[in-house]
């Protein structure tokens, strides 16, 4: 075979398409390949214009090739078979003259797929890239060994960086691990299975906060198959733990109250009978009697027990709220030896009292309350030790001796002033101390729900509080009390009357308690006052002895919470029957009780257990007077 038909089979067999074309454009030759591109014979393409087959708009490109050919290729679109555009990538060439060719040797190739697919890629990355800048979730693509290659926005932030290139030079194990134990682990299930699904881990920000997240990460391979990286998703489920740590801390505390609320409903029961019989025996003898001080003596422990069970539910916030005129330095005196107690043997405690302090018109549980939590606080900016100090004074606002950042409304206070030697607190964190659970402790402490509660009983008190803290040097709570004076405030009758004779009567009055002890109590008080008593156990005995009787009674005394029929819905039955009846209710629940609380909300006559003789005939006389 001659060196010209090695030429013509190779060209005619080239995928590519090659064109002879002369410089007004006539073809010369085409190769098969330009053939079945162009579905048309030899024929019909020889010393046609090659222009009417390219698009207008790449003719000049076209005519420049012809009379400039270059080595570089051009893209031109030409018209395929099926009468599309088709993009082909075409050089130029101007043959040697000793192959006798006449015209420019035009060498294409289609790239039309090509384009399509790199259109396609660079549209695909730019979707990644808008859908890596712009997701809400953290992205991080790394090395196995540690190295940060790439992080989106919402990773710097999370992170609590200011740039992207301020993270890069990072060890992801050293720098944004909490425990870099947890990084070893989580690797080596990586390499084993290839991809880490939601998997919780903690990090931690620049400051050296703690992160709780959610991991998913997919492996970046070599040629090989190799992982030599990963692409990670982190989802901040900080916020949702510490939530759900509330929940069931709260669940927790409910629990602790209600238990409570049952123990305290059964031992208000007893020293319902424990103070009122001594109390009553008391009253029955004579002052020289050997056997009074012991008496006294069983009235006092029972006095302090009814006074533990109401601290008691202050810890656990189910106390019945009863504002009334109290001594704050009663109530300071009152909580020393619990406080003491709770912050340890490591922090001093120290008062200083106003010894002329008027009274305040406050609930004394809440009260104390609120010096608990205060308390429980300072201990733990303390954990070094340090001093603990409350103060209370008498100071008519505005004053010249306290510079607070805002003032109550002008007039006369009772001020408690709680001082720590602690930590202290950052202005970003006295912007938000007061509140609902927010908090600057770890995981395994309280809820953040101590101030918030302290803000609200203050202000249910008509009061004010201000914080005053600068880190390092401690913090100072002062709390505002508006003074009590009888004009603004009704005061209970127990405490306008106390000293008085005990009120009498003579109207009939139906008893309704489960608890022996306390119904026979009740019944001998109520006689000895000149009351007919009609006593049941239960609410199918009292409506059993209403039946009995032809005269209705005056008034109903009835427990709340008791087998079979409630005393609320025994009150609903008789004030059906009788449209006149008084009803007084008594418990020894706290109002975390359902039919408590609906009782207090009602506001309707309540007597909480236990309750003197002296506060149940004034109650009783109270609630027949209305």
Known sequence: MSDEARFRALVEHLSDLLYVVREDGAVVYANPAVERFLGRAQDEIKDVDLSQWIHKDDRDLLRTMLTQPVQAPGELRFVSSDGSYRVLEATARRPAASLGLEGVVIDARDVTERLIAQDSLRESEEKFRRVFEDARDAIVIGTLSGNILDINPAGVKLFEYDSKEEMMPLDIARDLYWNPGDRQRLEALFVEQGFLDEEELELKTRDGRRLRVKESASAIRDGQGNIIGFRGVLRDVTEQRQLEEQLRQAQKMEAVGRLAGGVAHDFNNLLTAINGYSELALARMPEGDPQRSALEEIRKAG?????????????????????????????????????????????????????????????????????????????????????????????????????????????????????????????????????????????????????????????????????????????????????????????????????????????????????TSVRTLVRQILELQGYKVMAARNARAAIALCDEHDSSPDLLLTDVVMPGRSGLGLAEDLKQRYSDLKILFMSGYTDSHTGVKLLTQQKAAFLPKPFSPEALARKVREVLNQ
């Open 303 to 515: 006095k302090r027990a009814t006074d533990l069970t109401r601290r008691l539910l202050t810890l656990s916030r189910h106390q019945v709220v009863s504002p009334r005129r109290i001594s704050l330095n009663r109530a300071v005196i009152d909580m020393e030896k619990l406080l003491q107690r709770v912050i340890g043997e490591d922090i001093q405690l120290r008062t200083e009292l106003d010894q002329d302090l008027p009274p305040i018109y406050a609930d004394q549980g809440q009260v104390e309350q609120i010096i608990l939590n205060l308390a429980v606080n300072a201990r733990d900016a303390m954990p070094d030790g340090g001093l603990l100090e409350l103060v209370t004074r008498r100071v008519r606002m505005p004053s010249e001796d306290l510079a607070l950042p805002k003032t109550p409304m002008p007039g006369d206070y009772v001020i408690l002033r709680v001082r720590d030697t602690g930590t202290g607190m950052e202005k970003k964190v006295r912007e938000h101390a007061f509140e609902p659970f927010f908090t600057t402790k770890g995981r395994g402490h309280n809820t953040g729900l101590g101030l918030a509660i302290v803000y609200g009983i203050v202000k249910q008190s008509n009061g004010y509080i201000e914080v005053d803290s600068t880190e390092g040097e401690g913090t100072v709570f002062h709390l505002f009390f508006p003074i009590h004076t009888p004009k603004k405030t009704k005061l209970p009758e127990s405490s306008a009357s106390h000293g008085q004779p005990l009120p009498r009567g003579t109207e009939t009055v139906l008893l309704v308690e489960d608890e």
